[in-house]
């Protein structure tokens, strides 16, 4: 069983920069599309980016799209999310997850392991 946990999160001002990672332990990560997620009080868990097995594909939700980047480290079993430009609306807990069956997968319900999230706040 993969064990995901995130760190990075913290309290920023609108335009600056965050940078999330993601930790796995119980496996190995070199097999799995990895993601991001993010949900805000009263409201639905939102995909944020995704980057299949080989790291050659990413996928980003129109709102963050040339603003976060997602990236891998196999080597080193993380990925992290750079958060760039950060806005108020970016605040949220946000959740890394990780699943071995799709190559592409940036729906909640096609990840198995998720992690326990991160508080992301974007204020002045």
């Known amino acids: 069983q993969v064990l995901l946990m995130e760190s990075g999160g913290g309290l920023v001002q609108p335009g600056a920069s965050l940078s999330l990672s993601c930790a796995a332990s119980g496996g190995r990560l070199s097999g799995y599309t990895l993601g991001w997620f993010r949900q805000a009080p009263g409201k639905e868990r939102e995909f944020v980016a995704q980057?299949?097995?080989?790291?050659?594909?990413?996928h980003y939700a129109d709102s963050v799209k040339g603003r976060f980047t997602i990236s891998r480290d196999n080597a080193r079993n993380t990925f992290a999310l750079q958060m760039n430009n950060l806005k108020s609306e970016d605040t949220a807990v946000y959740l890394c997850a990780a699943d071995s069956r799709f190559p592409i997968a940036t729906a909640a319900s096609q990840y198995t392991y998720w992690g326990q999230g991160t508080q992301v706040t974007v204020s002045s």
């Open positions: 980057i299949s097995w080989s790291a050659g594909t990413t």
